[in-house]
């Protein structure tokens, strides 16, 4: 990901997203940004999940976010639990005004109802539609697809190797995309048995169709 500033059109406004290798980038960004918020990335799907939902309120709210990949960045990661004396999850979501916090969530409690009471108080709205550019793909996902759809997997085959990949997804995607790739077989953490615990392959409907269609609105 790289930063992006707010110079472009209000109905265009690109979402400052900036990288947070090192104690010393997170000391500067803070500094920086009088308000601003630092979002730590985990190793699972919840990371994607969290990021989807705060990516909905910064389509309309003018909020700094720095991201730190925790297991690629740990220095900055404790950098900022020591700063802030807040024990350290991941996903997690934390605000900062002035360099000090004011609120964070963390993991699963990372949703709408969290979020909209704290930007609708605290965070500026902005004038047109945020742009929350991303560098992450979709395309090990689009692979698959077209492997389980040439005969190349069995269907149970392409139900393991999905959810194995969804469920070790960090990415930070857009909320759009978390839900078009969880509509195949939902939130694995859901099956505490093990995979066998989704059922068959076809219990949500005819798999090859539903894998089609999500093909093709991935593009």
Same mark, same amino acid.
């Given at each position: 990901?790289? !930063?992006?500033?707010?110079?472009?059109?209000?109905?265009?406004?690109?979402?400052?997203?900036?990288?947070?290798?090192?104690?010393?980038?997170?000391?500067?960004?803070?500094?920086?940004? +009088?308000?601003?918020?630092?979002?730590?990335?985990?190793?699972?799907?919840?990371?994607? !999940?969290?990021?989807?939902?705060?990516?909905?309120?910064?389509?309309?709210?003018?909020?700094?976010?720095?991201?730190?990949?925790?297991?690629?960045?740990?220095?900055?990661?404790?950098?900022?639990?020591?700063?802030?004396?807040?024990?350290?999850?991941?996903?997690?979501?934390?605000?900062? $005004?002035?360099?000090?916090?004011?609120?964070?969530?963390?993991?699963?409690?990372?949703?709408?109802?969290?979020?909209?009471?704290?930007?609708?108080? $605290?965070?500026?709205?902005?004038?047109?539609?945020?742009?929350?550019?991303?560098?992450?793909?979709?395309?090990?996902?689009?692979?698959?697809?077209?492997?389980?759809?040439?005969?190349?997997?069995?269907?149970?085959?392409?139900?393991? !190797?999905?959810?194995?990949?969804?469920?070790?997804?960090?990415?930070?995607?857009?909320?759009?995309?978390?839900?078009? @790739?969880?509509?195949?077989?939902?939130?694995?953490?859901?099956?505490?048995?093990?995979?066998? !615990? @989704?059922?068959? +392959?076809?219990?949500?409907?005819?798999?090859?169709?539903?894998?089609?269609?999500?093909?093709?609105?991935?593009?």
């Amino acid at each position: 990901m790289t !930063q992006t500033s707010g110079s472009s059109a209000a109905a265009e406004q690109q979402q400052v997203l900036v990288p947070l290798t090192t104690p010393e980038e997170v000391d500067t960004f803070l500094a920086e940004y +009088p308000l601003a918020a630092v979002f730590k990335a985990g190793t699972c799907h919840k990371t994607m !999940q969290g990021f989807g939902v705060l990516e909905t309120f910064l389509q309309k709210h003018e909020l700094p976010v720095g991201f730190i990949r925790v297991v690629d960045w740990r220095p900055a990661s404790n950098h900022v639990a020591e700063l802030t004396g807040i024990q350290h999850h991941s996903p997690q979501f934390i605000l900062f $005004q002035e360099g000090q916090p004011r609120f964070e969530v963390n993991n699963w409690d990372i949703t709408p109802e969290a979020l909209a009471p704290v930007f609708e108080a $605290q965070v500026p709205r902005r004038s047109g539609e945020g742009a929350v550019a991303t560098d992450d793909n979709v395309e090990p996902y689009r692979r698959l697809m077209r492997a389980y759809l040439d005969g190349q997997l069995s269907d149970w085959a392409f139900q393991d !190797q999905y959810v194995t990949l969804f469920r070790d997804d960090a990415s930070l995607r857009s909320q759009r995309e978390f839900e078009a @790739l969880s509509r195949l077989f939902g939130d694995p953490d859901a099956y505490h048995g093990g995979l066998h !615990q @989704l059922g068959t +392959p076809q219990d949500r409907g005819d798999l090859k169709a539903r894998v089609q269609d999500l093909l093709n609105e991935l593009g």
